[in-house]
């Protein structure tokens, strides 16, 4: 892989459905776990402000902190999908969360889930993995 990839989805109360880190085991670095997930959760109020700033569900990357972007997607329910990475590739990350958001719909359309329930589905973990293999 190559790059820092942690990959978040906050609800649009705010609270987190989803996180995932998609960094090989090789290239994890100790304690970076909870800078990663300061850095995509402070990226939020950004997010909000770009969001209705415009009518695109891909934001880009709208944060930055020292050498990673935040990248942001944001679904017609006001969802945020968001990307940490310290690598620049647009269109991989646009197919990324274009994918993602179909693999979320599905996901959302079981009636035993409910509006910003955290996802503890393993197959959508697999297929987010996946995706991030595809693309990254």
């Avoid at 909870?34 to 695109?56: F, K, R, T, Y």
């Avoid at 179909?102 to 959508?124: A, C, D, Q, R, V």
Wanted: hydrophobic share 40%; proline share 3%.
């Amino acid at each position: 892989m190559g790059s820092i990839h942690v990959f978040v989805i906050v609800g649009c109360n705010d609270h987190p459905v989803y996180e995932v880190e998609l960094t090989s085991f090789s290239q994890k670095k100790e304690g970076t776990a909870h800078l990663n997930q300061l850095i995509v959760h402070s990226a939020l109020d950004v997010v909000d402000e770009v969001m209705w700033n415009g009518n695109a569900m891909y934001l880009r990357a709208v944060d930055r902190f020292k050498d990673v972007l935040v990248s942001a997607y944001i679904t017609a329910g006001r969802t945020r999908f968001m990307l940490l990475h310290d690598a620049r590739n647009e269109d991989a990350i646009k197919n990324f969360f274009q994918e993602v958001h179909e693999h979320y719909l599905k996901t959302i359309m079981n009636p035993f889930y409910g509006p910003n329930m955290p996802i503890t589905s393993s197959t959508f973990d697999a297929r987010v993995k996946q995706a991030a293999k595809k693309y990254f």
